[in-house]
């Protein structure tokens, strides 16, 4: 077999097989490697785009790199269902089979140890945004202190009218950042009674995702499978708890936030 | 900023156009953001010390004339170099957006 | 009106999760031709907007 190994997860063996039309990276199918009792989930990929170079200018396009996170995820869904994969990186490869046996032997230990951890559980996102003021009808400017007042006429106490407006837009917008960050300490302390463990995350990137308003808690939620159903609809619960805040729920994910060896 | 525009295809337009000169645009929206923070903390200082009643009517109308003002002009220059308010911002990694997002 | 959305995975979820989460296969490795290695991705080539925990290469930016 000629090209790169492109190595989606490490798991242990797992007796249900893959969908027999499962595709990833490249449209192709993945192959299990099996070695010192673990399962390296392999796909075949060319060298003329994955070899360093070429690989190292593709991670720059955005559409390159939103095509392959898809196909990737692809593999890494149908894992989950069948059992709990350790995922790696996004374009982890290597040149043969051998490196990736290699790989496996480098890192057994630290492998075993995760994958018991990790093993029944599922990762659950939680996003909570607060919803843009719109308080004169403009859409929300990146400064804090809210839509512009509108231009006055030059004349006595526009001055100080500027001032008094400004400070209650202010008010108003801290105000609203308080009830936001209350709302979201509140959500996650319950969430995390659920969950086996979380991580915090820093706020989401508005630029890329473009969702509006903006990301107040952006946290990931370990959870065994078997609370999966009861966090859902915990999270779903709070839907009237907080006017002016959007709660965002993503998974079921493989456990990419516990992943790390110090986690 | 002479007031000759480059010529490029669609140059018909009067408003200059910076949009191909991308080293240029990224210059201005580094000191507009500069600016721009200078005086979003001009006037948050305003604000607390107008909230607190530190300042006299006079001073309050007149550094609020002069905060208005400052705010308008930014505007008029952001509209110049066809650049939003959510432009002005920089990403220091880590330690995440430089002005605030809303 | 606060709403839970499940939606499709938007782009930046994924990408959240797969450039700064799972495993890192770490070393400083890079491809070579006679050898088994694996490819260096160099994370900080990118785009600093793609995620925030990237740091950003402020040297490019002046």
Redo the contacts between chains.
């Keep these: 077999m000629s090209g790169l190994r492109y190595v989606y997860a490490v798991c242990r063996p797992f007796g249900t097989p893959l969908p027999r039309q499962l595709t990833g990276v490249g449209g192709v199918p993945p192959k299990q490697l099996v070695h010192h009792g673990l399962v390296a989930v392999v796909g075949q990929v060319p060298e003329e785009d994955f070899a360093e170079q070429p690989l190292r200018a593709h991670l720059e396009d955005l559409d390159w790199l939103g095509t392959t996170a898809r196909a990737h995820q692809n593999v890494i869904d149908a894992l989950t269902v069948v059992t709990s994969p350790l995922p790696l990186r996004l374009a982890t490869v290597f040149r043969d089979d051998s490196g990736v046996r290699a790989m496996i032997e480098q890192r057994e230990e630290t492998f075993l140890r995760t994958l018991d951890r990790l093993d029944g559980r599922v990762e659950w996102g939680v996003k909570v945004y607060s919803e843009s003021t719109e308080t004169s009808g403009e859409p929300e400017a990146s400064v804090d202190t809210g839509a512009r007042p509108a231009p006055s006429p030059g004349k006595t106490g526009s001055g100080r009218d500027y001032l008094r407006q400004r400070r209650n837009q202010r008010k108003e917008s801290e105000e609203k950042w308080e009830r936001a960050e209350q709302f979201s300490r509140r959500l996650h302390e319950s969430l995390s009674g659920y969950a086996e463990d979380t991580r915090i995350h820093a706020p989401q990137n508005a630029a890329l995702s473009r969702a509006p308003g903006r990301n107040i808690l952006n946290a990931a939620y370990l959870v065994p499978r078997a609370e999966s159903e009861a966090f859902v609809e915990l999270v779903d619960r709070t839907k009237d708890d907080a006017p002016g805040l959007r709660v965002e729920l993503t998974g079921p994910w493989a456990a990419y936030s516990f992943s790390g060896e110090d986690a | 900023m002479s007031g000759e525009a480059p010529k490029k295809a669609g140059a018909g337009r009067s408003r200059l156009d910076l949009e191909p000169d991308t080293v240029e645009r990224d210059l201005i929206k580094l000191v507009l953001t500069v600016v721009e923070l200078l005086r979003q903390l001009m006037e948050r200082q305003a604000v607390r010390r107008f909230d607190t009643g530190d300042l006299s009517e006079d001073q309050e109308e007149r550094i609020g004339l002069t905060l208005m003002l400052l705010d308008d002009r930014m505007a008029e220059l952001r509209d110049r170099y066809g650049l939003r308010p959510e432009d002005l911002n920089l990403d220091l990694g880590p330690l995440g957006p430089l002005l605030p997002r809303e | 009106?606060?709403?839970?959305?499940?939606?499709e995975?938007?782009?930046?979820?994924?990408?959240?999760?797969?450039?700064a989460?799972?495993?890192?296969?770490t070393g400083d490795l890079?491809?070579r031709i006679a050898?088994?290695?694996?490819?260096?991705?160099?994370?900080n080539?990118?785009?600093?907007?793609?995620?925030?925990?990237?740091?950003?290469p402020?040297e490019e930016?002046?």
């Excluded at chain 3, 009106?1 to 939606?7: A, H, L, Q, S």
Aim: no cysteine; aromatic share 2%.
């Design positions: 009106m606060t709403v839970v959305e499940r939606r995975v938007a782009l930046v979820d994924l990408l959240d999760r797969l450039l989460g799972g495993v890192v296969i890079t491809l050898d088994v290695d694996l490819v260096r991705i160099d994370l080539a990118l785009i600093s907007s793609v995620n925030e925990n990237v740091p950003a402020w930016m002046l």
